[in-house]
């Protein structure tokens, strides 16, 4: 689904991290890195958006920069850490909004829409929220309705920028819980940044640890551990705790 | 796909339009009645021949506050949407003032409006000042890339305008200083032939152009990071709101003045009343709202005897309903 090759990103002219080859199918996977090494760099690189780095990344067998804007949006969706909105839309609207891109210039709702809707909404358990207000929601529950959006958008590959970082204990691990049933439900590529290492062995399927040498930046990797029981020793032992 | 309880506001909305209209083509010092007000209309005669000029111009300022009300409150509907800040207007980016300096250097410089050069020279200067900030806004939004700080440069281009139009007071004569006053003041009167269909033509295609911002307008809610993964292109959207906001803005501000309050309290009214989150439905209710409002607040000048100034009556509706929206947002919003 996902393919890296020879990767270096680059924020102006200071290298970030460097990665190997990595192949990425369907599953769960977590995003580990400490402040500022380029967790949310490497989601926008993928999403197309960075696009100061040097090596290949293949979507689907396609190149990257050779995917219109247009069909990236039916490729890959995302989810951010702060859930908001401008206008009073229903949580019903706002997954409906994941419909854009499936949408013409004048944007009407088609059965179509309305039905992928209704299949999230139930997915999620969200049908008794569907007529609330976003914007009155907890932002557990804000969250769920952004992820509900992303689902909406129907893509192979969802990606996710610290989605638990405004939510409690019991709503990251209900979140956590969420992924891992939509990657069972759907085959789909789900990888999400996080800094909450316990949930790792029972959700994820693979790790990516951006191994940075901090203070010091310019020859950080980015690995990839597929073993999981080798989660939580290899990142303790990364940055040395 | 436009929800029941919509058409009927439209249709409503529609209706009450329709009932401004011609109560402003009715009220006035010199009565005319119905049927004779409905002769003209049609291209009749009446036995008096003046009153043909008086419906003209009845006529004539009630279809200019329509177009200037409907592109106000687009503009209004378009900025707060992309800042996605309820405050945000068509003052806010410094193209009201841009105008406004541009007005400013052709009156205070001692160029009389009513001759028809004077008058070239205003709409010329209003729209080249106009575009001047525009210009720089694109060239800053070149090197800013969030929303909310290009709307602080556009402020400080307005305060930095106005500034600029204080120290040209100081040059000008006192007729030339009033007549810059007045023109602040407001009005939708004074159009006609040519420069009125110019402005009539001008801003309905700036307005059908709005319409490619549906899907962008639509996504804009989210916020530009999520716009973008919707399949966006987020420099192309910003590209054609600030050619379609600053446009309609600097036509309108040359034309009727600087005219406040109905781009801000428009599309809050509009957010209230209509349930779709669909621009496509959204749009054409701002035009309609803001269409209303500013007939509305001339009716009311007119009422007055043209002693109250536009901007006056303006502030007087659109300030209550801006606060109410605002308390309103706070308790269901924040």
Same mark, same amino acid.
Request: a positive charge; aromatic letters at 10%; charged letters at 15%.
């Given at each position: 689904?996902?393919?890296?090759?020879?990767?270096?990103?680059?924020?102006?002219?200071?290298?970030?991290?460097?990665?190997?080859?990595?192949?990425?199918?369907?599953?769960?996977?977590?995003?580990?890195?400490?402040? +500022?090494?380029?967790?949310?760099?490497?989601?926008?690189?993928?999403?197309?958006?960075?696009?100061? =780095?040097?090596?290949?990344?293949?979507?689907?067998?396609? @190149?990257?920069?050779?995917?219109?804007?247009?069909?990236?949006?039916?490729?890959?969706?995302?989810?951010?850490?702060?859930?908001?909105?401008? +206008?009073?839309?229903?949580?019903?609207?706002?997954?409906?909004? +994941?419909?854009?891109?499936?949408?013409?210039?004048?944007?009407?709702?088609?059965?179509?829409?309305?039905?992928?809707?209704?299949?999230?909404?139930?997915?999620?358990?969200?049908?008794?929220?569907?007529?609330?207000?976003?914007?009155?929601?907890?932002? +557990?529950?804000?969250?769920?309705?952004?992820?509900?959006?992303?689902?909406?958008?129907?893509?192979?590959?969802?990606?996710?920028?610290?989605?638990?970082?405004?939510?409690?204990?019991?709503?990251?691990?209900?979140?956590?819980?969420?992924?891992?049933?939509?990657?069972?439900?759907?085959?789909?590529?789900?990888?999400?940044?996080?800094?909450?290492?316990?949930?790792?062995?029972?959700?994820?399927?693979?790790?990516?640890?951006?191994?940075?040498?901090?203070?010091?930046?310019?020859?950080?990797?980015?690995?990839?551990?597929?073993?999981?029981?080798?989660?939580?020793?290899?990142?303790?032992?990364?940055?040395?705790? | 796909?436009?929800?029941?309880?919509?058409?009927?506001?439209?249709?409503?909305?529609? =209706?009450?339009?329709?009932?401004?209209?011609?109560?402003?083509?009715?009220?006035?010092?010199?009565?005319?009645?119905?049927?004779?007000?409905?002769?003209?209309?049609?291209?009749?005669?009446?036995?008096?021949?003046?009153?043909?000029?008086?419906?003209?111009?009845?006529?004539?300022?009630?279809?200019?506050?329509?177009?200037?009300?409907?592109?106000?409150?687009?503009?209004?509907?378009?900025?707060?949407?992309?800042?996605?800040?309820?405050?945000?207007?068509?003052?806010?980016?410094?193209?009201?003032?841009?105008?406004?300096?541009?007005?400013?250097?052709?009156?205070?410089?001692?160029?009389?409006?009513?001759?028809?050069?004077?008058?070239?020279?205003?709409?010329?200067?209003?729209?080249?000042?106009?575009?001047?900030?525009?210009?720089?806004?694109?060239?800053?939004?070149?090197?800013?890339?969030?929303?909310?700080?290009?709307?602080?440069?556009?402020?400080?281009?307005?305060?930095?305008?106005?500034?600029?139009?204080?120290?040209?007071?100081?040059?000008?004569?006192?007729?030339?200083?009033?007549?810059?006053?007045?023109?602040?003041?407001?009005?939708?009167?004074?159009?006609? @032939?040519?420069?009125?269909?110019?402005?009539?033509?001008?801003?309905?295609?700036?307005?059908? =152009?709005?319409?490619?911002?549906?899907?962008?307008?639509?996504?804009?809610?989210?916020?530009?990071?999520?716009?973008?993964?919707?399949?966006?292109?987020?420099?192309?959207?910003?590209?054609?709101?600030?050619?379609?906001?600053?446009?309609?803005?600097?036509?309108?501000?040359?034309?009727?003045?600087?005219?406040?309050?109905?781009?801000?309290?428009?599309?809050?009214?509009?957010?209230?009343?209509?349930?779709?989150?669909?621009?496509?439905?959204?749009?054409?209710?701002?035009?309609? =709202?803001?269409?209303?409002?500013?007939?509305?607040?001339?009716?009311?000048?007119?009422?007055?005897?043209?002693?109250?100034?536009? @901007?006056?009556?303006?502030?007087?509706?659109?300030?209550?309903?801006?606060?109410?929206?605002?308390?309103?947002?706070?308790?269901?919003?924040?």
């Amino acid at each position: 689904m996902l393919e890296l090759k020879n990767i270096e990103i680059k924020v102006s002219s200071r290298s970030l991290f460097k990665l190997g080859e990595l192949k990425l199918n369907a599953g769960l996977i977590a995003l580990i890195g400490r402040n +500022g090494t380029g967790k949310s760099t490497f989601l926008r690189t993928i999403l197309g958006e960075h696009k100061n =780095f040097s090596g290949l990344i293949k979507l689907d067998d396609k @190149n990257l920069a050779d995917i219109p804007k247009s069909e990236m949006a039916k490729l890959i969706s995302v989810v951010y850490s702060k859930p908001d909105i401008f +206008g009073n839309h229903s949580v019903k609207e706002v997954l409906l909004l +994941g419909r854009l891109p499936y949408q013409n210039l004048f944007a009407n709702t088609t059965q179509e829409d309305l039905s992928e809707v209704n299949r999230v909404l139930e997915l999620l358990e969200l049908k008794a929220f569907a007529d609330k207000q976003f914007s009155i929601l907890s932002d +557990g529950e804000k969250q769920l309705a952004m992820i509900g959006r992303a689902l909406v958008q129907n893509t192979p590959i969802i990606l996710l920028d610290e989605p638990g970082a405004f939510l409690d204990l019991v709503n990251r691990y209900k979140l956590a819980g969420i992924l891992k049933k939509i990657v069972a439900d759907s085959n789909k590529l789900v990888i999400y940044s996080t800094h909450h290492i316990d949930l790792l062995e029972n959700y994820c399927s693979g790790v990516l640890l951006i191994a940075a040498k901090l203070p010091q930046y310019g020859d950080n990797e980015m690995k990839y551990l597929s073993e999981v029981n080798q989660f939580l020793p290899e990142i303790k032992r990364t940055f040395g705790l | 796909m436009p929800k029941n309880k919509d058409i009927l506001i439209l249709i409503t909305g529609l =209706f009450i339009l329709a009932g401004l209209f011609f109560t402003n083509l009715y009220i006035g010092d010199v009565s005319i009645s119905w049927s004779e007000i409905f002769t003209l209309l049609s291209g009749g005669n009446v036995e008096n021949d003046s009153w043909s000029y008086i419906i003209e111009s009845r006529f004539n300022r009630s279809v200019v506050a329509i177009f200037a009300g409907s592109a106000l409150a687009l503009c209004g509907l378009i900025l707060q949407v992309y800042f996605r800040n309820p405050l945000a207007g068509p003052g806010v980016l410094g193209i009201t003032s841009g105008a406004s300096l541009g007005v400013a250097f052709v009156v205070l410089g001692g160029i009389s409006a009513g001759t028809f050069l004077g008058n070239l020279g205003i709409i010329s200067a209003g729209i080249i000042g106009a575009f001047l900030v525009l210009g720089l806004l694109l060239v800053v939004s070149k090197f800013i890339q969030n929303a909310v700080t290009l709307l602080v440069v556009g402020l400080m281009f307005g305060y930095f305008v106005s500034a600029l139009i204080n120290i040209l007071f100081l040059w000008a004569n006192l007729a030339d200083t009033r007549e810059y006053v007045v023109w602040g003041l407001g009005s939708f009167e004074g159009l006609q @032939n040519i420069e009125m269909s110019l402005f009539l033509v001008l801003i309905s295609i700036t307005i059908l =152009f709005s319409f490619f911002l549906i899907r962008p307008l639509n996504a804009m809610v989210l916020g530009s990071e999520y716009a973008s993964s919707l399949g966006i292109n987020l420099k192309k959207t910003k590209f054609l709101i600030i050619i379609i906001t600053g446009v309609l803005a600097a036509l309108v501000t040359v034309y009727c003045g600087p005219v406040s309050f109905i781009g801000i309290a428009v599309p809050q009214l509009v957010r209230i009343i209509i349930k779709s989150k669909n621009h496509l439905v959204i749009i054409p209710f701002a035009l309609l =709202f803001g269409a209303g409002l500013a007939l509305l607040a001339d009716i009311t000048v007119r009422l007055s005897g043209n002693a109250l100034p536009l @901007n006056t009556v303006t502030a007087l509706i659109g300030a209550p309903v801006i606060i109410y929206t605002i308390i309103k947002m706070n308790s269901r919003f924040a």
